[in-house]
């Protein structure tokens, strides 16, 4: 016993419990069963019900006096033949539905015990149909009919269950209440062994249900409002109406209730109307018969007119009509309290209302549906598209019926293509779960399965990549009308520009635009735009660093689309394919972009990137979209030959932070990698060379290609952690990029190597293989070691002598920056790290402590003790 047995007596609550155990032990028997088994009971119950059909319709029709026994028949035809139709290829025993593209597999679970509530209007009907989707589901099924559908409910269930357990169905899956008190009803909608209670009933029962604390199926009240538009099939309609509407005596809920007919039509239609067996009330027969057939206090409709023959209604209230009279017609010149015939009425009686524009008929409609009916169903005649879409579009209803009768159609599967149903979700309009027409799948546990997809990777770089000394004269190859080179003051002084120049073909019209060698400001960038707007340039030459680079991706992307916004399309993202800003397509003037790199370390000749400085908000806009990256890319070490030695040693120490981050990257690839490696191996061998001998031509030329594979690694797979805490701390002291790089990277090593406090989710990597990553950098490099453990610190010994041998500083403290100064940045350093997204992409998620404890060890410059301690929690 689950509840308090409120008004029961000790006999009754034994009662119901033994029928809850019986359809407890009867659902786990059921699990046993196969599909084979489900569908061979299923086929034998729809034939027992088909051949019972007349039987149970006239027992219906006896017992509830409600309807009309040949729609009584219909229904229950409707009920097991095209229920069957529908369900027979279903699966619903384990695996129901796969998606092989998508990994997914969908699985059946049943519910277990389902309480069913059966309404008078349609009693057989349901039973059968709720009887089928409980076996084809393999549910017990507790019913607990309406009082006075009792007997012809009863025997429904008992056809139904012989059927079924004679064919393999177990024992005492269906039982049905003797006789019910409301008191049985909410004991069992409380029973704990109660998986489901599905209402199809009055509002009583639907709020019952879902006051109960149970899931529960409910269905809704209805208040069909129908648009009869003037393009309409008029006789169609008429008929259609006329079926609908004294199906069963208008029995089901989804029955037209108020036809809204065009001004237009509305004279030839009240004529169809009568011509066809219907009495058109006038205003005194209108008034009489809302008196009397909806209750003045409740404003509902009286339950004695319910699924009455029109002329017994016509008697009843005293109005004289003809004996083949099939529906009353009631004129209404308006919606609700003042209008009683425009609520639900299950009943041939049928109101009408005339309407002067569509805007007029649709509010109409919509007060209908408001007027009772949300959520359930509505139906229009037109053959307007463009106005049944409006319809669909402004009506609340779960099923709206177009060019057809509303209760039939509502059924499903008879006029058009619904699920074959006898209950209507109504959705939260209408206090429902549900908008469907209810079918196996609301009796079923659905289980998804979801394996593992592997993300589909990407690797894109600039399609042209010159490289080697004197590969600037490729630019002759680029045919431009108007070309302006982008570059900066000491670049233009020393003669690079010229240099460019003597290489571009003599037609061209050559203009140089000289900006600030610093992070580009949003005002740098628009008088570039200015600048290519004036000169109406076909193409753009960024002759520099990242700075001028970056600040000629963002002129171009500017000129190209004048409406781009920096501000939007710098928003933050997690995953570039899923990110919500769209960069711009539509291009207002077109220019292609070669970038010239003159330093070694950024690769922003190749980098789909642009970071912007925000100078009035002390803040950096980071711009990253492959349409951002040059057209073509020119790595000329030329250009670097003159790089003084610092510049060298911290664009350098870049390129490779650059490379070994995109190696341990969350965004790693075999593609990626590859680059990855061997722009690290580049830089080892070639980097000291460069510093020792700035004049040495090859060392030059390798590094110069070396951070040029870097950025293509990283463009691809990103950067982590230690750009991060590098992009803060630089910001804050003023250090050069490379060098904040530099004084974070070994200890990042160490961190990335040893077990990570907390993984990153990361579907594109297996497991967690930073540590195997450096060791395999360390193999690369060939710096010896047996285990991953030893090889990733002889990786942080190899960075650190090669710090060393730059002459880079080993600590933050070693820059002068004083404890307490760097103390008191800390929680700014801390927070703007966090925020930055390079770590989105780091192979483990840096905590907030752990970026603390990251900026200390740099400050001290703890590398190797660091790795020590990581050591002792190794993972393999
Ligand atoms: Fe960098």
Redesign the pocket.
């Known amino acids: 016993m689950t509840e308090k047995a409120a008004g029961l007596s000790a006999e009754r609550v034994a009662y119901l419990e033994e029928l809850v155990s019986q359809a407890r032990t009867a659902a786990a028997v059921f699990t046993q069963c196969q599909q084979e088994d489900v569908d061979r009971i299923v086929r034998a119950m729809v034939l027992a019900g088909q051949e019972q059909a007349q039987h149970l319709a006239r027992l219906a029709i006896e017992e509830t006096k409600l309807g009309v026994l040949e729609d009584k028949f219909i229904k229950n035809m409707v009920a097991t033949e095209f229920v069957y139709n529908y369900v027979k290829d279903k699966r619903t025993v384990g695996t129901i539905r796969e998606f092989p593209e998508s990994g997914l597999i969908e699985l059946a679970e049943p519910i277990g015990v389902i309480f069913s509530l059966i309404p008078i209007t349609n009693p057989t009907s349901t039973v059968l149909f709720k009887c089928i989707m409980a076996i084809k589901t393999r549910n017990a099924v507790i019913f607990s009919p309406h009082p006075n559908a009792w007997r012809c409910c009863q025997e429904a269930v008992r056809i139904m269950y012989e059927t079924a357990v004679k064919h393999g169905a177990p024992e005492g899956v269906f039982a049905c209440l003797e006789s019910h008190t409301l008191e049985d009803n909410a004991y069992l909608m409380r029973h704990k062994d109660i998986g489901l209670i599905d209402a199809t009933g009055g509002p009583g029962a639907v709020k019952a249900a879902y006051s109960s604390g149970k899931p529960a199926l409910g269905v809704g009240p209805g208040n069909t409002p129908v648009y009869l538009e003037k393009s309409a099939d008029l006789n169609m309609a008429v008929v259609d109406i006329i079926i609908s509407k004294t199906f069963d005596n208008g029995t089901i809920c989804a029955s037209e209730q108020t036809v809204v007919i065009d001004d237009e039509i509305y004279d030839a239609v009240v004529k169809k109307f009568s011509d066809l067996g219907a009495h058109v009330c006038n205003e005194q027969e209108t008034e009489l018969l809302g008196r009397m057939v909806i209750d003045p206090t409740t404003g509902f409709m009286q339950p004695m007119a319910v699924g009455q023959k029109a002329t017994d209604i016509a008697r009843f209230v005293g109005l004289s009509v003809k004996p083949s009279t099939k529906l009353l017609i009631a004129p209404i010149q308006g919606v609700g309290r003042g209008y009683p015939l425009s609520v639900e009425k299950l009943f041939p009686v049928l109101s009408i209302c005339r309407a002067r524009s569509v805007d007029e008929a649709l509010k109409v409609c919509i007060d209908v549906n408001h007027a009772g009916g949300l959520g359930h169903t509505a139906v229009i005649f037109s053959r307007n598209d463009e106005i049944i879409r409006k319809f669909g579009e402004v009506i609340n209803a779960g099923r709206i019926i177009v060019n057809s009768p509303g209760s039939i159609g509502a059924l499903g599967g008879v006029y058009n293509d619904m699920v074959p149903t006898f209950s209507f979700g109504c959705g939260t309009g209408g206090g429902n779960s549900t908008t469907d027409n209810v079918n196996v799948y609301h009796y079923l546990n659905i289980k998804r399965l979801a394996r593992r997809t592997q993300p589909h990777m990407w690797f894109r770089i600039p399609n042209q990549i010159y490289f080697n000394q004197n590969a600037v004269q490729n630019v002759y190859n680029f045919p431009s009308r108007s070309t302006i080179i982008v570059t900066s003051p000491p670049l233009e002084q020393i003669g690079h520009v010229d240099i460019v120049r003597r290489y571009l073909p003599p037609q061209t019209l050559v203009h140089v635009s000289v900006i600030p060698d610093t992070e580009p400001e949003l005002k740098t960038v628009l008088e570039g735009v200015e600048a290519l707007n004036f000169y109406k340039a076909d193409q753009i030459i960024a002759l520099g660093g990242g700075s001028v680079i970056d600040a000629a991706k963002m002129m171009k992307l500017k000129y190209e689309s004048p409406e781009a916004d920096f501000e939007e399309l710098g928003a933050p993202f997690l995953d570039l394919r899923k990110r919500v800003v769209e960069y711009p397509t539509e291009k207002a003037n077109r220019a292609r972009l070669i970038a010239i790199s003159t330093t070694s370390?950024?690769g922003s000749e190749v980098t789909p990137f642009a970071v912007l400085f925000d100078k009035a908000g002390g803040r950096k806009v980071t711009l990253a979209d492959y349409s951002l990256s040059p057209d073509v890319a020119i790595v000329d070490p030329q250009f670097v030959m003159s790089m003084p030695k610092g510049l060298t040693a911290d664009t350098g120490i870049?390129c490779l932070?650059?490379a070994l981050e995109a190696g341990v990257s969350s965004y790693a690839s075999p593609y990626t990698d590859s680059n990855a490696m061997q722009a690290i191996r580049l830089v080892f061998k070639y980097l000291p060379i460069a510093y020792e001998h700035p004049q040495d031509e090859e060392a030059r030329n390798m590094m110069h290609n070396a951070a040029c594979i870097a950025a293509i690694a990283f463009s691809n797979a990103s950067?982590g952690v230690n750009?991060a805490l590098?992009h803060a701390f630089g910001a804050r002291f003023g250090v050069a990029?490379?060098r904040a790089?530099a004084l974070m990277l070994p200890h990042v090593i160490a961190y990335n190597a040893a077990v990570p406090a907390k993984f990153m989710p990361s579907p594109n990597q297996p497991g967690y293989v930073a540590h195997h990553k450096y060791a395999m950098v360390a193999d690369l490099l060939g710096l010896g070691g047996h285990t991953v453990e030893e090889k990733v610190k002889n990786l942080v010994g190899a960075v650190e002598q090669l710090l060393d041998q730059l002459g880079i500083p080993r600590s933050i403290a070693a820059l002068g920056i004083s404890k307490d100064e760097f103390d008191r940045a800390m929680p700014d350093l801390v927070k703007i790290a966090f925020d930055d997204p390079s770590w989105l992409s780091n192979p483990r998620m840096p905590l907030v402590s752990e970026l603390e404890e990251l900026f200390r060890n740099a400050y001290q410059g703890r590398g190797l003790a660091k790795v020590a301690s990581a050591s002792q929690q190794r993972i393999s």
Request: hydrophobic letters at 20%; aromatic letters at 0%; charged letters at 10%.
């Open positions: 370390g950024t870049d932070t650059h950067v750009h590098a990029h490379g790089n």
